[in-house]
């Protein structure tokens, strides 16, 4: 198993273009998510899929859409890209395992907005 | 709503120095708690989990024991080592079922080892 996989590993963006963050996983998994890292406030969760044409909200949403048409692939894309969206995404699938869920991250995109 | 506190850092330490990093939280219920780890340039890995009051999650020398009375899950390894340098993360998903278990994390605490 590949696990969780993530494209690209680095992009530069010019505020305004838009682009789409790439995230497949080969576990099976029905539970998707994508969280942003920036330094001092941890991961924060932007949206979320429980299944197949199923997506969701999370706490930072905001300029970014998913979509899930199949259980392997989630992607996530930015519009209008801003300074404010330079950040390390990560994607994750999880399992339940025992009564709770145990999360699987990529490796992470590393975005930059100039 | 779920909130997670981690120590401040960074934290700096000599190899077989005795580590601590403090983590509480916020949450209704009974969340699972977990402590990830991300070596630089890569993605978070589990390191630990407890499910429930009482559990003691360990791995790798890394022990955590979920505290219900001081909502309380502190991190400890009895000795460092240089490759344990990291960030650490500590993190609670959301009992209810039907939040698929969505995670909260703390800010997360920058380990540096010496030799």
């Known amino acids: 198993n590949a696990g969780v996989t993530q494209t690209p590993k680095f992009q530069v963006l010019k505020t305004g273009q838009s682009m789409t963050l790439q995230c497949a996983q080969d576990?099976?998994?029905?539970?998707m998510s994508w969280y942003r890292q920036d330094p001092g406030m941890g991961l924060r969760l932007i949206h979320y899929s429980v299944g197949a044409g199923i997506t969701d909200q999370g706490e930072v949403p905001n300029g970014y859409n998913v979509s899930r048409s199949t259980t392997e692939d989630f992607p996530l894309r930015l519009l209008s890209a801003a300074p404010s969206q330079t950040s390390v995404y990560f994607c994750?699938?999880?399992?339940?395992?025992?009564?709770?869920?145990?999360?699987?991250f990529g490796p992470g995109t590393r975005l930059t907005v100039t | 709503g779920n909130s997670v506190t981690q120590m401040e850092g960074p934290v700096t330490l000599s190899e077989e120095a005795f580590l601590t990093i403090n983590c509480t939280y916020t949450a209704t219920g009974y969340p699972s708690l977990f402590w990830y780890v991300q070596y630089p340039g890569e993605g978070l890995q589990l390191l630990l989990k407890?499910?429930?009051?009482?559990d003691k999650g360990s791995n790798k020398g890394f022990e955590a024991t979920y505290r219900k009375e001081t909502t309380s899950f502190h991190l400890e390894k009895g000795s460092v080592q240089v490759s344990d340098s990291a960030v650490y993360f500590c993190a609670l998903s959301d009992p209810a079922r039907t939040s698929y278990g969505k995670l909260t994390f703390g800010q997360g605490t920058i380990l540096t080892v010496h030799p």
């Open positions: 576990m099976n998994h029905e539970y």
């Open positions: 994750a699938s999880s399992l339940q395992d025992r009564g709770a869920y145990e999360q699987y």
């Open positions: 407890a499910t429930k009051a009482d």
